[in-house]
């Protein structure tokens, strides 16, 4: 398993300033938060799959295209339960679910995918180096900067080491596939212990690791990555500003929602 979604391949998405790029999806982001119609939202979904495509970042989204789904169909199914309107299509029990409700559980969906695949759209065309220099370059801590990145590392690591145990405990005889569904909840009891003392023990070598290295959160990082923004990152940038004005506009008018 590798240890970051970064995808090398030579696009015109990765060979954007890590700036860009950060800007782009945080574009993306208010794009969808301004929007409540599916319409709307679908031309940003659009948006988002057309990026993907061009950074040939599919490989990704498959990982991910169960929980894209399940996102999806949760909204969809959870949202016309708690929202009112006025054209009625049928009721449950005493709960009265109509088109308007139905309308925003789907856009509640697709803005939940367009969030999540913009964030997977950024990692896989942005080292994780460049993202932290980026975060610096924008003036955040360096510190910060770089939990961040290091949280990006963490998770696929802690995820292959929970592989790793599932499959050492089934050697010795652990099922984790019969039974109910309490049982298999109680069967994942065993793989606790063994996670957590797996990650205090990578926890504690990376404190050993940092401290050798001398890193200290108060001195002056230098960094042996230099990137500067050329016309292509200003362009994009530029389209995101007119695209993210024109899109408030049309939501102060009352438009998409």
Same mark, same amino acid.
């Given at each position: 398993?590798?240890?970051?979604?970064?995808?090398?391949?030579?696009t015109w998405?990765?060979?954007?300033?890590?700036?860009?790029?950060?800007?782009?999806?945080?574009?993306?982001? !208010? #794009?969808? =938060? @301004?929007?409540?119609?599916? /319409?709307y939202? &679908? %031309?940003v *979904?659009?948006l988002?799959i057309? $990026?993907v495509a061009?950074a040939?970042?599919?490989?990704?989204?498959?990982? !991910? #295209?169960i =929980? @894209?789904?399940l996102l999806? /169909?949760?909204? &969809? %199914?959870? *949202?016309?339960?708690?929202v009112? $309107?006025?054209t009625?299509?049928?009721?449950l029990?005493s709960?009265l679910?109509?088109?308007?409700? @139905?309308t925003?559980?789907i856009g509640?969906?697709?803005?939940l995918?367009?969030?999540?695949?913009? $964030?997977i759209?950024?990692?896989?065309?942005?080292r994780l180096e460049?993202?932290?220099?980026s975060?610096?370059?924008?003036?955040?801590?360096?510190?910060?900067s770089?939990?961040l990145?290091?949280?990006?590392?963490?998770?696929?690591?802690?995820?292959?080491s929970?592989?790793?145990?599932?499959?050492?405990?089934?050697?010795?005889?652990?099922?984790?596939?019969?039974?109910?569904?309490?049982?298999?909840?109680?069967?994942?009891?065993?793989?606790?212990?063994?996670?957590?003392?797996h990650?205090?023990?990578q926890?504690?070598?990376?404190?050993?690791?940092?401290?050798?290295?001398g890193?200290s959160?108060?001195?002056?990082r230098?960094?042996y990555?230099?990137?500067?923004?050329?016309?292509?990152?200003?362009?994009v940038?530029?389209?995101a500003?007119?695209?993210?004005?024109?899109?408030?506009r049309?939501?102060?008018?009352g438009?998409?929602?």
């Amino acid at each position: 398993m590798n240890i970051s979604l970064y995808l090398d391949h030579d696009t015109w998405i990765h060979r954007l300033d890590a700036r860009t790029k950060v800007l782009a999806v945080l574009a993306l982001f !208010i #794009l969808a =938060l @301004l929007y409540t119609s599916p /319409l709307y939202l &679908a %031309v940003v *979904w659009s948006l988002v799959i057309l $990026g993907v495509a061009r950074a040939q970042a599919f490989a990704n989204i498959r990982k !991910i #295209l169960i =929980l @894209l789904v399940l996102l999806f /169909l949760y909204s &969809a %199914v959870i *949202w016309p339960f708690f929202v009112e $309107g006025r054209t009625p299509v049928f009721h449950l029990s005493s709960i009265l679910i109509t088109a308007e409700g @139905l309308t925003f559980g789907i856009g509640m969906g697709l803005r939940l995918n367009i969030m999540v695949m913009s $964030g997977i759209l950024l990692l896989s065309t942005t080292r994780l180096e460049d993202f932290a220099l980026s975060l610096q370059r924008f003036g955040l801590p360096s510190s910060m900067s770089f939990a961040l990145s290091l949280a990006f590392r963490w998770v696929p690591t802690l995820l292959r080491s929970s592989s790793m145990i599932v499959q050492a405990q089934r050697s010795r005889g652990l099922d984790l596939s019969s039974g109910t569904l309490i049982d298999k909840i109680r069967g994942y009891s065993p793989l606790v212990v063994p996670l957590i003392g797996h990650t205090l023990r990578q926890t504690t070598l990376l404190a050993m690791a940092l401290e050798s290295k001398g890193f200290s959160p108060g001195r002056r990082r230098h960094t042996y990555i230099h990137s500067q923004m050329n016309v292509l990152d200003y362009c994009v940038l530029l389209v995101a500003a007119v695209v993210v004005g024109v899109s408030w506009r049309l939501r102060v008018l009352g438009y998409g929602v």
